[in-house]
């Protein structure tokens, strides 16, 4: 027959083990307490017979066995002394005085002897007692039987008794509190399956309730929810994809129909070339599209998997400053660099160099002609800043959340060349080497500036970009 659900949940479990070393903990400290009680009770018995031994042993010393007996039967009389034992016994074994049985064997040293009660009927008395054998062969015992030794005889019982007593309570009550506390624990377990069950069944804006203690329970919770959150997020950002990859590859594809629709129709192989051309424009645009995702997916997967080493940021800026350049002056536009030197940064050279180049290609891309382009870098207190900043038409202030979700392009530059991947390439880049983008406004156009971690060789700071 299986056990019932709460006996088997691990906070039930774990309470029994606590229970039982508590349990046990509780056992030996009152046996440690049973043990030195019985040992006091003992050693001042000692103390009481062995003052005893010594007083008649002074007596045999000064007068022999006569004076040992005299002193004996006069200690008999004496009502402070009724709880002593005393035996004086001849070789053979004869009672000569003494209120206690021949001891045989004539044991020596400390013993223990049982006595009858004389109030107690058919019930023993446990005597503490000290034996000798008299310097003329005779021997001498001396024993007490007060009512510490019988009052503690009788204290075992209640002791022992109460000690189990003590422990059933101690299992008891563990038992009841592992039963409450997991039943508590298992109500909020079970209402955190049914809540993510919940989720997994379609109801995915659901999330687990959080408490104010902050416990465990608390802390699992909101991680999930975090969970769940960059979950949603990630879905968002699936179907935004898919949308913009509908919404952007309609019109290359449309495109490219019509031209495949147009070369069945025409009979002169020099137009028909002409068609072909345009059509297979049209298909490495789709396919630049479709690497550029595949890119970015690659980057962003894992950025524990990116092979980083010490770049020379600066003597990479410099080169792509000299490789842009001549793209500028094409354009009508006016590019100069202010690169500090010896900057470094930790990072893959090849994806960093891709999202500078990015950058300095949007800026010749959508400035017009006469614009001013400036790339600059340097380092603050714990960064090495990177800024390309342009005076063109810029992107409104609104705009700014959106520009790096992939396919996403402003309506006015729809009508130019571009799948609306360079910045989410950029973003996809930066995330992986820990960087943060920051768009400002450059009153007028735009000043992207990129924040890469500092390796701590680095130089101090000496300037700013654009401060």
């Known amino acids: 027959m299986p056990l019932p659900r709460l006996l088997r949940t691990s906070s039930f479990r774990l309470t029994l083990l606590y229970a039982a070393l508590f349990t046990a903990s509780v056992a030996i400290l009152l046996g440690i307490g049973y043990l030195e009680i019985r040992s006091y009770a003992t050693h001042l018995q000692d103390e009481i017979v062995k003052r005893e031994v010594q007083y008649l042993r002074r007596a045999e010393q000064d007068g022999g066995t006569p004076a040992v007996r005299a002193l004996l039967e006069q200690r008999l009389r004496q009502p402070l002394l009724k709880s002593m034992r005393y035996v004086l016994q001849e070789r053979d074994g004869r009672l000569i005085a003494g209120n206690a049985p021949v001891q045989a064997g004539r044991p020596e040293g400390r013993f223990w002897f049982h006595m009858p009660k004389g109030d107690k009927p058919g019930q023993m008395r446990t005597v503490r007692a000290y034996g000798l054998p008299l310097r003329d062969g005779r021997y001498l015992a001396v024993g007490e039987a007060g009512k510490a030794i ?66 465990e329970f608390d802390r699992l919770a909101a991680s999930v929810n975090h969970m769940l959150d960059r979950i949603d997020a990630q879905a968002d950002s ?20 019509q ?23 049209e298909v490495d645009t789709a396919l630049r599209t479709f690497a550029s995702l595949l890119h970015i997916a690659q980057i962003g997967g894992d950025p524990r998997l990116l092979q980083q080493a010490p770049v020379a940021l600066s003597e990479l800026l410099e080169t792509l400053a000299e490789v842009h350049q001549p793209a500028f002056e094409a354009a009508g536009q006016h590019f100069q660099a202010d690169i500090a030197p010896e900057l470094r940064a930790a990072g893959n050279r090849d994806l960093l160099g891709q999202l500078f180049s990015n950058l300095l290609e949007n800026a010749c891309q959508h400035c017009p002609a006469g614009a001013h382009v400036t790339l600059r870098a340097g380092t603050d207190a714990d960064a090495v800043v990177v800024s390309v900043a342009d005076d063109g038409p810029g992107i409104p202030a609104q705009e ?44 007028p156009g735009l000043d992207v500036r990129v924040r890469l971690p500092r390796l701590a060789s680095a130089p101090p700071a000496a300037r700013r970009p654009g401060d």
């Open 150 to 215: 019988e009052e503690f005889t009788d204290l075992q019982g209640a002791l022992l008794r109460d000690i189990g007593y003590a422990l059933l309570a101690v299992l008891a009550l563990a038992l009841a509190g592992g039963a409450l506390m997991s039943h508590l624990m298992l109500r909020r377990v079970e209402r955190i399956v049914r809540d993510t069950r919940a989720i997994a069944l379609g109801e995915p804006a659901r999330r687990l309730p959080v408490g104010g203690g902050e416990d």
């Open 259 to 281: 031209q495949l629709e147009r070369g069945r129709r025409l009979r002169d192989v020099d137009a028909l070339h002409g068609v072909l051309e345009r059509a297979t424009s």
């Open 400 to 443: 700014h959340a959106h520009v790096f979700r992939r396919l996403y392009r402003l309506e006015r530059s729809r009508t130019t060349a571009g799948s609306g991947l360079g910045l989410s390439l950029v973003e996809a880049v930066a995330r992986a080497h820990g960087a943060r983008i920051e768009l400002r406004d450059n009153r």
């Open 238 to 257: 699936l179907r935004q994809v898919s949308n913009d990859i509908a919404h952007d590859l309609r019109t290359p594809l449309g495109r490219l129909r």
